[in-house]
Every structure is written in structure tokens, then in C-alpha cells.
């Protein structure tokens, strides 16, 4: 979704799509808070991350070759 339109459901860009899932799986009890460019409201990845109710589970580290 290039235009972050979080509003819409029809295409998602990653961490909206975090966002949904972690709030229609907790039926809304889990909120994200959303940031504000230019008027348009997104969720950043760093909103899911930092979130107390959310913690690392898994960490990759990617080698360059």
C-alpha cells in the first residue's frame, strides 16, 4: 500500500499488517498507537516493537557477503 491508506483493507503495507493482526486477535485490546506524516496516519515499525504489550521472540542477524 504506497499510499498508506490505513483506512483501506484491500492492500496492506507490512507493518499495518502486523497492526491488524495484532489487534483483531486480541479483539481490540491491544491498541497501536499510529503516527502522523503530512496528514496521513501510519503505523511505523518501531510503534510495534516498543509496544509493552509486545516482546522479541525470534532475532535474525543478517551477514553481507
Do not use: W
Not at 34 to 43: E, G
Amino acid at each position: 500500500d504506497m499510499q498508506f491508506e490505513h483506512e483501506k483493507n484491500e492492500s496492506k503495507y507490512c507493518s499495518e499488517l502486523g497492526y491488524k493482526t495484532i489487534e483483531t486477535a486480541t479483539d481490540h485490546r491491544i491498541k497501536i498507537p499510529l503516527d502522523t506524516l503530512n496528514s496521513k496516519k501510519f503505523v511505523a515499525i518501531d510503534n510495534l516493537f516498543i509496544n509493552p504489550f509486545c516482546k522479541e521472540i525470534k532475532r535474525a542477524k543478517f551477514l553481507q557477503e
